[in-house]
């Protein structure tokens, strides 16, 4: 059984940054994404990175140009930074991956090709 943990969140006035955390009990290549919902609303892919090699990191419009997903190789991490937060942004945020092999590989962001998720962490942004 794979566990994932995200870490990081929190509560931030608008404008602000937050920095989320995803470590997996496995280290193995792998399409990592962060989801998330906020009450009442569908879960949203926000971004996704291949761990295992060269890709180009995958961004919801909603966030482009403000959240930056990268893999932290000394932590064994990938984590999400997220500057010029809005409310908004406001939401439980999950990490969620599955196993992928290969030199590149194009890693989505629909919730339904993911095999593995974390129980998320809050981020509230104020306005």
């Known amino acids: 059984q794979v566990h994932l943990v995200e870490s990081g969140g929190g509560s931030v006035q608008a404008g602000g940054s937050l920095r989320l955390s995803c470590a997996a009990s496995?280290?193995?290549?792998?399409?990592v994404a962060w989801f998330r919902q906020a009450p009442g609303k569908e879960r949203e892919g926000v971004a996704s990175v291949y761990t295992g090699g060269r890709s180009t990191p995958i961004y919801a419009d909603s966030v482009k140009g403000r959240f930056t997903i990268s893999q932290d190789n000394a932590k064994n991490t990938i984590d999400l930074q997220m500057n010029s937060l809005k409310p908004e942004d406001t939401a439980m945020y999950y990490c969620?991956?599955?196993?992928?092999?290969?030199?590149?590989?194009?890693?989505?962001?629909?919730?339904?090709?993911?095999?593995?998720w974390g129980q998320g962490t809050q981020v509230t942004v104020a306005s």
């Open positions: 969620a991956a599955y196993w992928a092999y290969g030199g590149s590989f194009y890693c989505g962001i629909r919730s339904s090709e993911y095999h593995y």
């Open positions: 496995e280290p193995r290549t792998a399409c």
